[in-house]
């Protein structure tokens, strides 16, 4: 068994781990990422993401791309629109492209940062089996097709079930009471004409009784809508997702008496998919370890109510590759430097993400979020 080294390796071909790459890569220095998808069209991408002035953007414009992602965003993405259960609307905004959260599709913003890398760069179809240190701050990754990789440096990014994570910390995600149910309405404005006429132009969400909907517009024509529920951890294995039309009757059992055209987010989808919502304990941090870090959700996973998850993400990893190249002679002071900074940022927005949850889903939730919007500029 051969074994290869790279001076800096990333674990994790996300929106983090791109953007570490291109950052260093803007600063030259060169490093490899490895990601367990079998390459860039291995799955949809999906899903839109509203990125921040204050981090994601600063993110793009260290990689330099800031002007090309202005020319994906998504015109119209920032309206948004609240309701109650009984189809009211309750707040409603349009957006004047002015705001300082385009709306962008996640895939195409992956496409601009992996187009942007050095030919060769993400090597795919690797997934990690473990690492393990070697000592002096090296590093040794295992892969299940049987390849070995060792680093000088190792970036954990590769999310909430990170296996670079052990390498600092014992923590584990834990069920934050939230369980999702994602459907996909295609084509909508012709073939689902009245559910595209709710959803509006951009962002969406309905609110009552401890569930919710949250919509966007995608891009393509399509609706994305994640029906979710303040649900035991093991509801979701109560239903039949391989049938799904008896999943679909399944979740809607939770929304009756919700208006009809709410209910038909559900019940007229095309695609039905589980998922539930974990998170690290707020103020999630470990101590230094010479030659690997973590960033994104392998770092600080947390609910996606405050939405900062993928923006986080690639702040981090600006952040990250911008203190290597200002220490390119001391890397153990770069990510001391980076963690000292990481820590406290993480930890206020997962204090906002679970206020949010808490909030969102509370017994008066819907007058919450209402008046949360309503008093000052609508920021998600």
């Not at 109650?84 to 609307?89: I, L, Q």
């Amino acid at each position: 068994m051969s074994t290869t080294h790279f001076p800096v390796a990333i674990v994790g071909g996300g929106l983090g781990g791109l953007t570490a790459a291109r950052v260093l890569h803007v600063n030259g220095i060169e490093s490899v990422i490895f990601d367990l998808e079998s390459g860039p069209e291995a799955r949809t991408q999906g899903g839109m993401l509203d990125i921040h002035e204050e981090n994601g953007q600063k993110a793009l414009h260290a990689a330099g791309l800031h002007g090309a992602f202005l020319k994906i965003v998504h015109e119209g993405g920032q309206a948004m629109r609240l309701l109650g259960p009984d189809g009211t609307v309750r707040v409603s905004s349009e957006d004047e492209g002015d705001g300082d959260r385009p709306e962008v599709d996640r895939g195409d913003l992956r496409d601009l940062l992996l187009n942007s890398l050095p030919e060769g760069t993400v090597h795919w179809g690797r997934k990690v089996t473990g690492a393990r240190p070697l000592g002096d701050g090296r590093h040794e990754v295992s892969f299940t097709d049987g390849t070995v990789i060792t680093s000088d440096l190792l970036i954990g990014a590769d999310g909430a079930w990170s296996r670079i994570r052990p390498l600092l910390s014992d923590a584990e995600p834990a069920y934050t009471g939230i369980s999702f149910v994602e459907t996909d309405l295609y084509e909508a404005d012709t073939r689902h004409p009245r559910s595209a006429a709710v959803i509006g132009g951009g962002f969406f969400i309905a609110l009552g009784h401890g569930s919710g909907l949250l919509a966007h517009r995608e891009t393509d024509g399509s609706l994305h809508v994640y029906t979710a529920r303040k649900a035991d951890e093991g509801w979701i294995d109560t239903i039949d997702f391989s049938d799904p039309v008896a999943a679909k009757a399944a979740v809607l059992a939770h929304f009756e008496g919700w208006d009809e055209d709410l209910r038909g987010l559900v019940a007229d989808a095309e695609t039905i998919t589980p998922r539930r919502i974990h998170a690290l304990p707020v103020g999630h941090r470990w101590n230094r370890v010479p030659g690997v870090t973590l960033l994104g959700d392998a770092a600080h996973v947390m609910s996606p109510f405050a939405g900062e998850g993928a923006n986080l993400a690639m702040y981090d990893g600006a952040e990250l590759a911008l203190a290597l190249a200002a220490d390119p002679g001391d890397t153990e002071a770069a990510l001391a430097a980076y963690e000292e900074a990481l820590f406290p940022r993480s930890e206020a927005s997962a204090v906002e993400s679970a206020a949010s949850l808490d909030t969102m889903f509370g017994e008066d939730g819907l007058e919450q979020m209402a008046g949360f919007f309503t008093s000052g500029p609508a920021g998600r």
